[in-house]
Nanobody
Framework: QVQLKESGGGSVQAGGSLSLSCVAS????????WSWYRQAPGKERELAAS?????????TYSDSVAGRFTISQDLAENTLVLQMSSLRPSDTAVYYC??????????????WGQGTQVTVSS
């Protein structure tokens, strides 16, 4: 099992920046990738960014955040970070940290944090 705990959410005006952190604990070596998902009110949860948990650190971004968000990790500290800039009201959502167990299908993330609220006002 892997436990994930997010922090860093809050309120910001459009154009501003926020940084989210996620600390993993437990059997972290069993996770091969992790990501940030988000869910806006009344909308389905969507993948914002992901990164492989290895030295290659391959990243992917959704079209809606590419160029504005940066995902990074500190493997020694088991910490995942999402640096968000040029924030828009449409970025308002609950942001979830998630981890995929090695061997799981690429579309499946097995472990989830409790989420942290990000609110962007115009």
């Amino acid at each position: 099992q892997v436990q994930l705990k997010e922090s860093g959410g809050g309120s910001v005006q459009a154009g501003g920046s926020l940084s989210l952190s996620c600390v993993a604990s437990g059997s972290t070596s069993s996770a091969c990738a992790w990501s940030w998902y988000r869910q806006a009110p009344g909308k389905e949860r969507e993948l914002a960014a992901s990164i492989t948990r290895d030295d290659e650190a391959v990243t992917t971004y959704s079209d809606s955040v590419a160029g504005r968000f940066t995902i990074s990790q500190d493997l020694a500290e088991n910490t995942l970070v999402l640096q968000m800039s040029s924030l828009r009201p449409s970025d308002t959502a609950v942001y979830y940290c998630a981890a995929r167990r090695c061997g799981s299908p690429l579309s499946i993330f097995d472990y989830w944090g409790q989420g942290t609220q990000v609110t962007v006002s115009s």
